[in-house]
């Protein structure tokens, strides 16, 4: 007898298992668009829970089906009190699952209870002797969402969460959702509080080793767009594409990802439209004695160098404004010899800088656009500036009340 239950109770996880990989994105059988996933999802879930119900509770297996159940519960995008019922039920009656813990919190986290979340995750830290990958994820990521007092407190908070993912990675180097949590702890701290060049790199660094998890690679659609953003931000727009069109490809569903991929090829096109539209020599003229009436000594475009350029400065006439995103304004600009580009500014206020102004530029990042996508190549020269406070517009430098905090959003489906 005791030999059929075991044997049973394996069947019992399998078919849940089955049921589970039915909402990973990297399941994707013929047929299978996203409504009908779902579909699917909702009715293998709730008549596999039908027939766990009718099983009979003997002593050996009650807590291994209690935490089937809850299993199967926790597949649901919404919290569920009756979830969090059997999951308390399954610690209860073995203190030992781990998984069942890190699923209570789990629960907890979707009702918004983010201290006792956090109270499952540390007590399968302690039970494991801090050898559970699984719960240092969860820790990492609930790091970064817990509501702290003060910027300082916030840093520390994010600082702690990069920790917890090494952790997780020191445990299974080659666990690419290690690395994918290591990421989206950089990506934070990037743009969140240091806007180091190093810490993005970094998350970069980490989503590339994510990636080269085979499993991570082809399950996780968040990996793809993340990296999006990175080279979204680095003007490194072929890759941006790639990367978001891999992360339709495995959600096609996925609203942010089209419409950052809808944003970047319509920024393309106007950026396109105003360098390659030839300037009137009139009007040109307007614009360089514009720039040559500020006297300020500065470089041209043809003199910068590929990527930073921060022991230098050049001025430029704004002719056009791009700009279709509060976080990043877009420009069309034109140097002292009559040379066009675009110019990039994160993180400043609106009307920061206007059309027909003349700015000059300290430290700008120059990045040689040369692409083709869907048939149209697009070439220009584009200069990113992080900092509004290194541009002087018409003769007075820009200050603090020009900055605007950065608001990010890192994709991570954490529960």
């Known amino acids: 007898m005791y030999h059929y239950l075991v044997f049973n109770m394996d069947t019992w996880k399998q078919r849940v298992d089955a049921v589970e990989l039915i909402k990973s994105p990297g399941h994707r059988p013929d047929g299978f668009d996203v409504a009908t996933r779902k579909a699917v999802l909702e009715t293998e879930r709730r008549a596999l829970l039908a027939q766990i119900s009718q099983v009979e509770e003997t002593s050996q297996i009650r807590s291994q089906l209690v935490f089937l159940k809850g ?149 996780n659609p968040d990996l793809h767009y993340n990296c ?15 990367c978001l069109e891999r992360t339709l490809e495995l959600e096609p569903d996925n609203t942010s990802a089209g419409d950052l991929l809808e944003s970047i090829l319509k920024q393309l096109a106007a950026v396109q439209r105003a360098i390659s539209s030839k300037i009137k020599p009139k009007k040109l003229q307007t614009y360089v004695k514009a720039i040559e009436s500020k006297g300020s000594a500065s470089t041209l475009l043809a003199h910068l160098i590929e990527g930073d350029n921060s022991d230098k400065s050049i001025s430029l006439y704004i002719f056009a404004v791009l700009t279709d995103d509060p976080m990043t304004q877009v420009f069309a600009a034109v140097d002292a010899a009559g040379e066009t580009c675009r110019v990039t500014v994160s993180n400043m206020v609106d009307n920061g800088v206007r059309l027909n102004d003349t700015v000059s530029i300290g430290g700008p990042v120059k990045r040689s656009v040369l692409m083709r996508h869907g ?12 900092d509004p406070r290194t541009i002087t517009r018409n003769g007075a430098r820009l200050g603090d009340d020009a900055v605007l905090l950065s608001q990010l959003s890192v994709e991570s489906r954490a529960i």
Request: charged residues 25%; aromatic residues 10%; glycine residues 4%.
């Open 71 to 219: 299993r199967l519960l926790s597949l649901s995008d919404q919290y569920d009190p009756e979830c969090e019922r059997c999951l308390a039920r399954a610690v209860k009656l073995d203190r030992d699952n781990l998984a069942a813990w890190n699923l209570l919190g789990e629960c907890f986290w979707k009702k918004g209870d983010l201290t006792e979340a956090e109270k499952c995750f540390e007590h399968v830290q302690l039970a494991s002797q801090y050898k559970d990958v699984d719960s240092l994820h969860h820790l990492s990521m609930l790091l970064r969402q817990k509501r702290v007092k003060g910027k300082s407190e916030q840093l520390e908070a994010v600082r702690t969460s990069i920790d917890k993912a090494k952790e997780a990675i020191k445990l299974d180097i080659s666990n690419g959702h290690s690395w994918f949590v290591l990421g989206n702890a950089y990506l934070t701290l990037f743009f969140g509080f240091t806007q180091d060049q190093a810490h993005l790199q970094q998350a970069l660094k980490a989503y590339k080793r994510a990636c080269a998890d085979a499993k991570e690679e082809a399950s």
């Open 228 to 242: 999006s953003t990175i080279y979204n931000f680095l003007q490194d727009y072929s890759d941006a594409i790639q």
């Open 375 to 386: 048939g149209t190549t697009y070439a220009f020269t584009s200069l990113r500036v992080t």
